[in-house]
């Protein structure tokens, strides 16, 4: 009887003590994707099954630059993806991967990835959060799997506190480090730059400037469509063939032969700091790039785009004044914000109890 009743006891107990103290609610601070002022809706809503917060982003930003996402702990995401050079690779053609190798394209740079439909150069990617899966796994790249980086990153006592104050149930598994990868990277907006000033009525153009902005709206603005500054489609823009790494475009993604060298076309925005450029990053100079147009193009291949036929007339004042318009396009908010710049070690207040 003795014993029933002190069972009783701690039952009640218990009971009694589940009532009165509650857990505290899992805390977040929800941030909202900025939409510039005549710039259309994004293509699509990346944070619509993934929330954007500030813990996410913490999180995805310690990920981003944490080399222990690859094989031998020398390439971050952040070794290919430099914020000065608006998160490209600055002056490399191809990118070093683990073991001496090399990728094979030029690294994009990564910004307003709300905006675009299908990522990397030949658009076989279509969702923000699967993106990294191509660079982390890749034999020339990180060359890591999800496995070994996921047994890192649960020994690591600031991962643990960073997963539990990004994600409500705290589990650190692949599906949560995509998606606090995904808020980092989307949240990396180019929209401040002397062009986006103008507009705003905030600076004026040079004399050059403007004349280049008319020269680039007659010439360029088809493909190159402001305010991104890329229409997002793909197209052969009459490259000579790189015999040495031959690269089929789109092709190798639809299998079909109308997009055989096709390629994204990539937006202009930051475009002075983000050379080499083309998908083989052959061209190292704005200047070459716009020779190409002038007198480059291989009018050959059946694939060619059709505003590209008959090439494009831009005169030699018209080169100086297209390049001095370019460089306006250059956001050096975007490539200084304090927000995106590697932490040695980033401390956030975490609720333990929930």
């Known amino acids: 009887m003795k014993i029933k009743i002190i069972i009783s006891l701690v039952v009640i107990v218990m009971l009694a003590t589940a009532f009165i103290y509650k857990a505290p609610p899992h805390k977040l601070t929800y941030l909202k994707l900025f939409i510039p002022k005549g710039w259309p809706k994004p293509a699509t809503d990346i944070f619509v099954t993934n929330p954007l917060t500030e813990e996410g982003f913490v999180l995805g930003k310690k990920l981003f630059y944490d080399g222990r996402l690859s094989k ?28 001496n190798s090399l990728t094979k394209r030029n690294a994009p740079g990564l910004f307003n990835l709300a905006w675009q ?17 191509t660079p982390i796994t890749a034999p020339n790249e990180m060359a890591e799997t999800l496995f070994n980086i996921l047994i890192k990153l649960k020994v690591d006592t600031a991962y643990v506190r960073l997963f539990k104050a990004a994600f409500k149930d705290g589990v650190i598994n692949s599906q949560h480090m995509l998606k606090a990868l995904a808020q980092f990277t989307g949240s990396i907006q180019s929209y401040n730059s002397k062009y986006d000033k103008v507009k705003r009525g905030e600076d004026s153009f040079t004399v050059s400037e403007k004349m ?8 360029c603005n088809s493909c190159h469509t402001e305010p991104l500054f890329t229409d997002n489609s793909f197209r052969n823009n009459g490259l000579t063939l790189n015999f040495k790494l031959p690269d089929s475009g789109r092709m190798t993604i639809t299998g079909n032969p109308t997009d055989l060298y096709k390629f994204k076309v990539p937006s202009l925005r930051n475009c002075s700091v983000t050379l080499p450029y083309m998908h083989d990053g052959r061209m190292f100079s704005l200047g070459k790039v716009i020779d ?10 059946a694939t060619l785009d059709t505003l ?4 494009l007339f831009i005169s030699d004042q018209e080169r100086i004044d297209l390049l001095s318009f370019l460089y306006a396009l250059k956001d050096s908010e975007m490539l200084r914000d304090p927000r995106f710049i590697q932490a040695n070690d980033i401390l956030l207040p975490v609720n333990y109890d929930h």
């Open 117 to 133: 439909k299908a990522m990397h150069w030949d658009g076989g990617i279509n969702n923000i959060e699967v993106q990294p899966l």
């Open 212 to 219: 280049g902005y008319k020269t680039f709206l007659d010439k």
């Open 292 to 301: 190409h147009y002038r007198k480059g193009i291989d009018t050959t291949q």
């Open 308 to 311: 590209l036929k008959k090439g």
């Open 72 to 99: 031998d702990g020398n390439f971050p995401c952040s070794s290919c993806h430099q914020q000065f050079a608006a998160f490209s690779t600055y002056g490399h053609d191809y990118s070093h991967g683990f073991n």
